[in-house]
Nanobody
């Protein structure tokens, strides 16, 4: 049973930075794609960023390009989301997702496993 454990959320001011981590455990086969999505009350999950576990190829939502960076540490089975120049509209619960087969990276239904979520709040 694979598990994803997120950490690193918190309350910051606009313009600040945060670093979210997602550790993958409980499975010996590496994921195909790892991604971050976010969700605000009353809305579905919104794609943020994704990374191919093998190649390191990355994809970003237009709203975060140039501000967020996704990376992975294969040895530590960890995916990191570095968030810079945060805006109030980045406020959401951030979820880490894992897929073990090829997916359309920005569609949440392709991901098999999700973490518990971590709250990011950006004040103006």
């Amino acid at each position: 049973q694979v598990q994803l454990v997120e950490s690193g959320g918190g309350l910051v001011q606009a313009g600040d930075s945060l670093r979210l981590s997602c550790e993958v455990s409980g499975r010996t086969v590496s994921p195909y794609t790892m991604a971050w999505f976010r969700q605000t009350p009353g809305k579905g999950r919104e794609f943020v960023a994704a990374i191919s576990w093998s190649s390191g190829t990355t994809n970003y939502a237009d709203s975060v390009k140039g501000r967020f960076t996704i990376s992975r540490d294969n040895a530590k089975n960890t995916v990191v989301l570095e968030m810079n120049s945060l805006k109030p509209e980045d406020t959401a619960v951030y979820y880490c997702g894992a897929s073990f087969r090829p997916v359309v990276v920005d569609q949440d239904e392709g991901y098999h496993t999700w973490g518990q979520g971590t709250q990011v709040t950006v004040s103006s």
